[in-house]
C-alpha cells in the first residue's frame, strides 16, 4: 500500500482518526478515513457440562441491550490474553485454568484496525465480578446449542461473539481437537 499525507484528524477517548491520501493500481490516489484502535481481546467461558456464559450489557452506540462474549480494550502493552483473562474475571467473576485461542477477527476492516483476539476459558470457578463503574451487566448461562441458534436467527448479532461461538462450535465436531 502506498499512502501519503497522513494526518490525525481527531484524537479521542478510545480512537483516532487518521486520514490518508492511497494510491489504488490504476484508480489513482484516494482519501481514506481510518478509525484507529488499539484492538482487544474476548473470550467465550465454557463449562465443564458444556453450556457457555455470555454477557448482556446496554450498547449506546447502537441503542439496544446485546448478548456478547466478555470483552475488551488493550490497555498500552498488555498481551490479549491477559486482557482476556482481566475482562473474563471483571465482567463475570469467572477465572479459568484453561485458555483456548480461537484465532483473531477483524471488526470491521473498510474502516477500523481493530484487531480482536478471541479465546474460550475451560476450567472456570465463579468469583466476584468487578465491572466499571459505567458497566451494568447481566451473566447469561445456556447451552450451546441454543447459544447457536440465537446466532442463526439474529438474537446473538455482535460479530466477536459470532465468530466465537462459531469457531468453538466447529473445535467441538468430531474428530477436532483444542489440545
Known amino acids: 500500500m502506498n499512502a501519503s499525507n497522513r494526518q490525525i484528524i481527531f484524537n479521542g477517548l478510545v480512537i483516532d482518526i487518521e486520514q490518508m491520501e492511497v494510491e489504488i493500481g490504476d484508480q489513482g490516489r484516494h482519501t481514506f478515513q481510518i478509525i484507529r484502535h488499539p484492538g482487544g481481546a474476548g473470550v467465550l ?3 465443564g457440562d ?3 456464559a455470555l454477557i448482556r450489557q446496554l450498547r449506546p452506540a447502537v441503542g439496544a441491550f446485546l448478548l456478547e462474549i466478555p470483552a475488551g480494550r488493550l490497555s498500552p502493552e498488555e ?3 491477559s486482557c482476556a483473562c482481566r475482562e473474563l474475571q471483571e465482567e463475570t467473576g469467572l477465572t479459568a485454568t484453561e485458555i483456548i485461542p ?3 477477527i477483524y471488526s470491521s476492516p473498510g ?3 481493530e484487531i480482536i483476539h478471541l479465546f474460550a476459558a ?4 465463579q468469583g466476584t465480578a468487578q465491572p466499571e463503574a459505567y458497566e451494568e451487566i447481566e451473566v447469561v448461562r445456556l447451552p450451546l446449542d441454543e447459544a447457536m441458534e440465537m446466532a442463526a436467527d439474529g438474537r446473538i448479532s455482535d460479530a466477536k461473539t459470532l465468530a466465537a461461538l462459531l469457531r468453538w ?5 468430531p474428530g477436532k481437537s483444542h489440545a
Do not use: K, N
Not at 122 to 125: E, H, K, L, R, T
Not at 169 to 173: I, M, Y
Open 102 to 104: 480461537l484465532g483473531t
Open 111 to 113: 474502516v477500523f484496525d
Open 45 to 47: 467461558p465454557v463449562y
Open 169 to 173: 462450535d466447529l473445535l467441538q465436531r
Open 122 to 125: 475451560a476450567g472456570i470457578s
Open 50 to 52: 458444556g453450556t457457555i
Open 79 to 81: 498481551p490479549p490474553l
